[in-house]
């Protein structure tokens, strides 16, 4: 079976400083990962994808991914974070079956809040 | 291009009653999938449909159905209402193959008294 974990509920950044939000996984097979964003009151917005290829992925405003296949991790980053990335981050795995049919798996969210 | 629609956006029913949730999903979207998200347990997935026929189910009781019809809009229903069901209930889809993303709707929030 697959899971995600997302150690941290909460992740507090100066405004302009570095931001990390962790994540790692566990699955059998080639993973497909995501990271989306959530904000208040709203569905979740796709921010990047891991498939293949560089172990660094960029992404929508300003984020970017690193896959580590031997830590399992997937952690999202910023280098310098915005008061309007404050919002709710989840990280999702995903493993396709041989029909290419999917179930996905999400983390439990990660609330960045970035500090004026 | 239509994102994901979801209708009703809020929803306030008993308990004991029956709730139709509905998603229409991206122009030539053929899979959607459905979460519950709650504080407590974050988005739990419930299940996915792929050309009207169901793929995967996550771990709910069987109060909760779903169906694809052939234009691909998807029906969640939940029967015999619990406050625990209280939640907000996301849609997504995509192309259903390969590695595309999914991509959300807005949600249906359901407050059950």
């Known amino acids: 079976a697959q899971s995600v974990a997302q150690p941290e509920d909460q992740v507090n950044v100066a405004e302009g400083n570095p931001l990390t939000v962790k994540c790692t996984y566990s699955?059998?097979?080639?993973?497909?990962l995501f990271w989306y964003v959530q904000y208040p009151n709203r569905g979740l917005q796709f921010l990047l994808k891991?498939?293949?290829?560089?172990?660094l992925v960029k992404g929508s405003y300003g984020f970017e991914a690193e896959f580590n296949k031997s830590q399992t991790s997937f952690h999202l980053k910023k280098p310098s974070a915005l008061v309007s990335d404050s919002a709710l981050y989840f990280c999702?795995?995903?493993?396709?079956?041989?029909?290419?049919?999917?179930?996905?798996?999400f983390g439990t969210g990660t609330k960045l809040q970035v500090i004026p | 291009k239509a994102g994901v629609t979801q209708t009703p956006r809020y929803l306030i029913k008993t308990r004991g009653q029956q709730v139709t949730l509905s998603c229409s999903p991206i122009?030539?979207?053929?899979?959607v999938s459905w979460y519950q998200q709650t504080p407590g347990q974050g988005l739990q997935f419930l299940f996915e449909y792929f050309s009207e026929t169901q793929r995967n189910k996550g771990n709910f009781p069987g109060r909760f159905s779903g169906r694809q019809f052939s234009n691909s809009r998807s029906e969640m229903n939940v029967s015999t209402l619990e406050l625990g069901d209280s939640a907000l209930y996301l849609c997504?889809?995509?192309?259903?193959?390969?590695?595309?993303?999914?991509?959300f709707g807005q949600g249906t929030r359901l407050t059950v008294v």
């Open positions: 997504a889809s995509s192309m259903g193959q390969g590695e595309r993303e999914a991509f």
């Open positions: 122009s030539g979207h053929r899979s």
């Open positions: 699955v059998s097979g080639n993973p497909y």
């Open positions: 999702a795995v995903r493993v396709p079956d041989s029909g290419g049919y999917q179930k996905v798996t």
């Open positions: 891991y498939i293949t290829g560089d172990n």
